[in-house]
């Protein structure tokens, strides 16, 4: 086997286990990844492309609740943590998945500045989420243009 | 990358195939299950879409109840009295929702006597007991709790296929002197031999159903670009014109 293609699927599959180690993928993730075949091979990618815009839109209707000057509309905030919890658990983003969860108690508390923190946390942690699977989407293409196959990473 | 549109508001008139992706699809076949999916997240459409693919179903994914309605003719069943009926062998759809909730969906449904066999499924996000219950009372076949899996549809699919009567009213119907139907652009799969009468079918003076049947078609008009108006749709609008929506599901065929 050529020792390049050995190389990358080795730094792919420790780079996949690392993702999960670290917590931010769960086993919602690898289900996706199942769904993919030779016949739909960018599911993965594409599914996760319309996360991160969801991603966008939802913190930017947040950071515009959030924004009031005089009252917040906490009922609002929930409402787009809501989604953007559904939609993570929905991928396997994991870390996203939990400051929601975080986030919905402190609209229901009316915590402003808990809020506020809490979306800035949020913001962070899909954008690392982005660029973490964006590298890994780079190795899987390394992998296959220098012809070998990517691994099917066994996570337990 | 898919664009966040509503669904197609196809007309009966001009319903070809309601699986995904438009033109690469294959036509509807009677004997296909076909499935109709009700769910706000975009996201979480791709997803259900993709499980559903994968267990052999025929798809058609909504963003919102008033969606669902319309595109099953409830809203303005007197209208549709006329038209073909839909083939829809389950509904699956999410429970929180803007505008209209899944459970309300669900009751509309079964108030529904063309649709009120066919199975809805609920799913959600919360483990809240009272809201499973409430949905099973009111006629839910099941509750899935998200995020989704594949063996979950897996299930469904299962007893579907046990247990499809698909009622009179729930059948394609064509009009005696239609054209006979002919495929589509995409004639890339095979399609199966026609068989007249459908087992279901037990009114012996209907006119045989042809196994594909697919209506012309107008050519795919570009997706427009439009926001998700959940919340200001309503069922007394006029149907708006045909928005062919290409659910992009990627990669698929």
């Known amino acids: ?156 | 990358m898919a664009s966040d549109g509503g669904v197609s508001c196809l007309r009966r008139s001009e319903m070809m195939s309601v699986g995904i992706g438009g033109i690469d699809s294959p036509p509807l076949d009677v004997d296909e299950v076909h499935v109709l999916a009700v769910d706000d997240s975009l996201v979480d459409r791709i997803v259900i879409e993709r499980l559903l693919r994968i267990t052999s179903c025929k798809v058609t994914a909504v963003d919102s109840g008033w969606r669902a309605l319309e595109f099953l003719g409830i809203d303005n069943e007197k209208a549709s009295a006329e038209l073909d009926r839909l083939k829809v062998d389950l509904i699956i759809t999410d429970y929180c929702m803007p505008g209209m909730t899944g459970y309300e969906l669900l009751k509309k449904i079964k108030e529904s006597s063309s649709f009120r066999q066919v199975p809805v499924v609920i799913m959600s996000s919360e483990n809240v007991i009272t809201r499973i219950d409430r949905c099973l009372e009111e006629g839910a076949e099941d509750f899935l709790l998200k995020p989704v899996k594949l063996a979950d549809v897996k299930r469904l699919r299962n007893y579907l296929t046990r247990d499809v009567q698909v009622s009179n009213g729930n059948k394609r119907k064509l009009p005696e002197d239609s054209p006979p139907l002919t495929l589509s652009h995409d004639s890339s799969d095979s399609s199966p031999p026609p068989s007249t009468l459908s087992p279901d079918s037990s009114d012996s003076s209907s006119p045989p159903l042809s196994p594909v049947e697919i209506f012309s078609s107008p050519l795919l008009s570009p997706l427009d670009d439009e926001d998700d108006d959940v919340l200001t749709s309503s069922p007394e609008s006029t149907p708006s014109p045909v928005r062919r929506q290409k659910m992009r599901s990627p990669g698929l065929d």
């Open chain 1, 1 to 156: 086997m050529d020792a390049h293609v050995a190389q990358l699927q080795m730094q792919y599959r420790n780079y996949i286990l690392s993702l999960y180690q670290q917590g931010f993928l769960d086993d919602q993730f690898t289900e996706l990844k199942s769904l993919q075949d030779d016949g739909t091979p960018d599911f993965v990618a594409e599914v996760l492309s319309l996360f991160f815009d969801d991603c966008v839109k939802l913190v930017g209707n947040m950071a515009r609740a959030l924004d009031q000057t005089g009252t917040v509309d906490f009922s609002q905030v929930g409402a787009n943590v809501h989604q953007l919890k559904g939609s993570s658990s929905s991928v396997g983003a994991k870390r996203v998945k939990g400051l929601c969860i975080n986030f919905k108690e402190l609209c229901e508390a009316k915590n402003y500045e808990g809020c506020v923190r809490c979306l800035q946390q949020v913001d962070i942690e899909y954008k690392t989420l982005k660029a973490k699977l964006q590298d890994m989407f780079n190795l899987e293409k390394q992998i296959v243009q220098a012809g070998g196959i990517v691994p099917q990473v066994d996570i337990n």
